[in-house]
């Protein structure tokens, strides 16, 4: 099975590169400057040349703040984007998996989000990811839409190891409170693309294909994953953190986030019998994978 992804340096490329290495499976990754989501002959042209047997898309604008203003720039990638992968995939008669988010919901739910409630993003990101969705869903019927939540990794820029980085010169956290999701590690998106690939590609069955959640198992507060990262930490020798618990309000951003960000999972479970690990053990291996690195 060859994977194309799209994206070169994002924290679910580098993990599908990284599982595709230890499992022997053939991953390419192409962006910039080859493939451009804001041009559909270069995506077209890219996907040729490989000759994918599935095609993951998991590029996308992910500033959440920035995209406040810079909507335009926001909707051209990852929804005039994301619809043209998934177009040029079905032209070449192969399946895509695309990459979406919790910020599709509007938080102001009390239980965790299941695939069919409505969705009412409520800031510039998540309606653009949304607009993604339905434009992957029309451009290929073939598809399997993956939304995860608080994605964290060895990779890139992500809260595990801003928490890190702060705790070298930090002993005092003031860390939000009151929104609540479910953290959950790249390496477990990677493992979990991988299988549902492979089904796909093998399984033509209407069941398999459309919207699912993909989360780790369980829930936190921004303040509980800070909280759990420092105790590890200082398991491990490092310095000790204090976590002050805040609300949303003693921490504006631009743009809005939902204070429920849960995601039920149930329904991948029963589809494909994929349920990602509690996000805590998770973590850990994350955690030992950046100390033992030094970072």
Known sequence: MHIVVTGKQGQVVQSLLRRGAETGVEISAVGRPEMDLADPASIAAAFSAL??????????????????????????????????????????GVPVIHISTDYVFGGDKASAY??????????????SKLAGETAVAAANPNHVILRTAWVYSSFGTNFLKTMLRLSETRDHLRVVADQTG?????????????AIAAR????????LRG????????????????????AELSKSGGRKVAVERIPTADYPTPAKRPANSRLNGDKLARTYGIRLPEWRQSMMIIMQDLLNKGL
């Open 51 to 92: 000759r994918p047997d599935v095609i993951v898309s998991a590029a996308a604008y992910t500033a959440v703040d920035k995209a406040e203003s810079e909507a335009e720039l926001a909707f051209s990638v990852n929804a005039t984007g994301a619809g043209a992968v998934a177009g040029a995939a079905a032209r070449i």
């Open 114 to 127: 299941s695939e069919e409630d409505v969705t009412a993003p409520i800031s510039v990101y998540g309606r």
């Open 182 to 194: 479910c953290p959950t590690s790249a390496l477990d998106i990677a493992d979990a693309i991988l």
């Open 200 to 207: 796909v590609v093998a399984d033509p069955a209407p069941s």
């Open 211 to 230: 919207t699912f959640h993909l989360t780790g198992s369980g829930e936190a507060s921004w303040a509980d994953f800070a909280e759990e990262i420092f």
